[in-house]
């Protein structure tokens, strides 16, 4: 089991994309940079990955102010009820539970792969 928000989760949740075909046919070409951010947890650091057609190719604690492609910040709680399905991301993002920043156009572009990342988190047993 991993604690959510950590470069253990991070890598879970690649583990579970890598034997994911399909996920590997819809983010072909999608490189990016990204945050993941727990905002009131503060033990729990920015989770930072660069992804190479949608596969992480690097993990690991943010730096400082450190620039990306995309971030997406929530409260614990928040990324609990999206993980486990409670709430799905565009009902999250509508309802201010989940602040994104980023590209729209590359978002909406690869928008199926980064739904089916997000079914994956439910693949990954969690400590909460």
Same mark, same amino acid.
Request: with cysteine; net charge positive.
């Given at each position: ?6 470069? +253990?989760?991070?890598? !879970?949740? /690649?583990? %579970?994309? *890598?034997?994911? =075909? @399909? ?15 727990? +905002?009131?947890?503060? !033990?729990? /650091?920015? %989770?930072? *990955?660069?992804? =190479? @057609? ?75």
């Amino acid at each position: 089991m991993v604690k959510f928000g950590t470069i +253990e989760w991070a890598k !879970e949740v /690649k583990k %579970v994309l *890598e034997a994911d =075909k @399909d996920y590997t046919k819809l983010m072909k070409g999608c490189n990016f940079t990204r945050l993941t951010i727990v +905002e009131d947890k503060p !033990e729990l /650091k920015p %989770v930072f *990955e660069r992804l =190479k @057609d949608g596969f992480a190719v690097e993990i690991r604690n943010a730096e400082p102010n450190e620039k990306v492609d995309f971030s997406c910040a929530a409260s614990y709680e928040s990324w609990r009820e999206l993980v486990t399905g409670k709430v799905s991301a565009q009902t999250a993002m509508i309802q201010g539970k989940t602040k994104v920043e980023g590209d729209i156009e590359l978002m909406t572009k690869y928008l199926r792969g980064f739904m089916k990342a997000q079914e994956a988190q439910k693949k990954v047993a969690y400590e909460w």
